[in-house]
């Protein structure tokens, strides 16, 4: 990420205090590591990386973060202070001057119940009338202000991408070179590199094909019966198996501390893991010939989307379950070939589908509080290729 103070570096303050891990930047905030690592993500919290290091590091600079703290005070006392003014203004009570009464018939209390129970009656029955006969709420299209940019104009077959969790690189399969390897490429358009050369033969796969590991170090091929779930690192360094032989493809959890994935395995068993795969947790699996497919996190963590059902006849809907296991619920109805779903916001989850007439693919979004299912494009070219992914509000499609 950028330095959110360009003028200062650590050169020119050689006392400044450091804090050289998530850990101690959440002790110094009083705050847990979740809380912090989402101050970052949103709310442009400054924290530094190594990002020449193996695995990775974090620091951040005390002055920093309390400069970032300060303004963040400042705009909540706005924030209040204009929603005060806004109550004043609004919320004046309405009082009847002294010295006058109001005269209100009186009602015989043998009566009163009628009245109730007749009000509540007529209350109950226009409001079923209204919600099954009245107009629809105008439908919401979480991309109504969305930026569609190219990100590289290249030769050959290319799909599957993916986007970093920190939105600097992205990977996706082509064939540019002879064989489909995974490709990876900056989002700004920069250093294009073919991670597998040729490596893992044919790098396609039926479902979710590549993907980025939790800490975005590494990029990981999917498994099928002739060939295992890989992690390639993004700077180098022998690639490695992931524990699961049987794993066909795997979704870190948002603070990247747990991880699900599903095995090629008749019934599609499901499993949630530590970060690196340890201490597997079977959660579901389905009778043999029902699927679970492209399991992914919802953005609080609490959930896992999937997707469930006959890929074979297209007879697929979008199902959740906690990570804990319990009773799966299913979200939509639309009984047709449902893929990628990706949540973008804490109510909206977006997914590549066919009407069940089968024109299509388009981009769909299920909104979690109407649970209302609705289309959101008109039929983009090579819409079937697209992940959608919210990176600082810029969807991009590679192309």
């Not at 990977?171 to 294009?192: E, K, V, Y």
């Not at 909206?348 to 388009?362: E, I, Q, R, S």
């Not at 509080?369 to 990176?391: C, F, K, L």
Request: proline share 7%; glycine share 10%.
């Amino acid at each position: 990420m950028g330095e959110p103070f360009p003028n200062k570096t650590l050169s020119e303050t050689p006392s400044e205090r450091r804090l050289d891990s998530w850990k101690e930047i959440a002790t110094y905030l009083d705050r847990d590591v979740t809380t912090v690592q989402r101050w970052e993500r949103q709310e442009g919290m400054p924290v530094h990386r190594h990002l020449h290091q193996k695995r990775g590091s974090v620091y951040a600079l005390c002055s920093e973060l309390d400069a970032w703290r300060q303004g963040r005070k400042l705009r909540s006392e706005e924030e209040q202070e204009l929603a005060m003014e806004a109550a004043g203004a609004d919320g004046r009570q309405t009082t009847v001057p002294r010295g006058h009464r109001w005269l209100i018939p009186s009602t015989p209390r043998r009566y009163t119940w009628l009245l109730w129970t007749f009000g509540a009656l007529l209350v109950a029955g226009l409001s079923g009338w209204f919600a099954a006969n009245g107009p629809r709420p105008a439908v919401r299209n979480p991309l109504s202000s969305a930026q569609f940019t190219r990100l590289a104009n290249l030769s050959g077959a290319k799909s599957d991408p993916a986007i970093s969790p920190d939105g600097n690189f992205a990977a996706f399969i082509s064939n540019r070179s002879g064989p489909f390897d995974i490709w990876l490429i900056q989002t700004n358009g920069n250093n294009l590199t073919n991670l597998t050369q040729g490596r893992i033969g044919d790098a396609r796969a039926p479902l979710r094909a590549v993907g980025f590991s939790g800490d975005g170090l590494e990029v990981w091929s999917s498994g099928t019966e002739g060939k295992r779930l890989t992690l390639w690192p993004l700077i180098g360094g022998a690639p490695h198996n992931f524990p699961d032989e049987k794993a066909a493809e795997v979704a870190w959890s948002p603070d990247g501390t747990r991880l699900v994935y599903h095995t090629w395995q008749a019934g599609d068993p499901t499993f949630v893991a530590d970060h690196d795969g340890g201490n597997p947790r079977l959660i579901l699996q389905n009778d043999p010939g029902l699927h679970n497919h492209y399991q992914v996190w919802s953005k609080d963590g609490r959930w896992i989307y999937f997707v469930r059902g006959r890929p074979a006849t297209r007879e697929m809907d979008l199902w959740r379950v906690s990570p804990e296991g319990g009773k799966p619920e299913e979200l939509t109805h639309l009984n047709t070939d449902i893929a990628y779903p990706t949540p973008i916001d804490e109510r909206t989850v977006l997914f590549v589908a066919h009407n069940k007439d089968g024109a299509g693919p388009w981009l769909w979004a299920f909104d979690g509080e109407t649970r209302t299912t609705d289309r959101v494009s008109s039929g983009w070219n090579n819409t079937a290729h697209w992940q959608p992914q919210r990176m600082a509000g810029v969807l991009r499609q590679v192309s």
